[in-house]
């Protein structure tokens, strides 16, 4: 069973940095792309980044290209996103997703504060 932990969420004023991660268990990580999505209050869930299975192809939402960057370790079951220049308009609950599932964490959430 596909089990995600996202963490690492928290309230930071403009311009700063979080790093959140996804704990994956139940399948085995290193043969699936993963991506993150985030949904903001009153709005849809969007996709922010997905990755390959290998780590060697990120992709990202025009929104957060050039601020944000997705790894992962393949060893530790693992994927991170490292966010920086963080904007109010960040704020939503970031949630990890094993692609050919559909499978959701419980989401971490990310306030940028103004």
């Known amino acids: 069973q596909v089990q995600l932990v996202e963490s690492g969420g928290g309230l930071v004023q403009p311009g700063g940095s979080l790093r959140l991660s996804c704990a994956a268990s139940?399948?085995?990580?290193?043969?699936?792309?993963m991506s993150w999505h985030r949904q903001a209050p009153g709005k849809e869930r969007e996709l922010v980044a997905d990755?390959?299975?290998?780590?060697?192809?990120?992709k990202y939402a025009d929104s957060v290209k050039g601020r944000c960057t997705s790894t992962r370790d393949n060893a530790k079951n693992t994927m991170y996103l490292q966010m920086n220049s963080l904007r109010p308009g960040d704020t939503a609950v970031y949630y990890c997703?094993?692609?050919?599932?559909?499978?959701w964490g419980q989401g971490t959430q990310v306030t940028g504060s103004s």
């Open positions: 139940g399948f085995t990580f290193a043969s699936f792309a």
């Open positions: 990755i390959n299975s290998r780590g060697t192809i990120t």
């Open positions: 997703k094993k692609a050919l599932s559909d499978a």
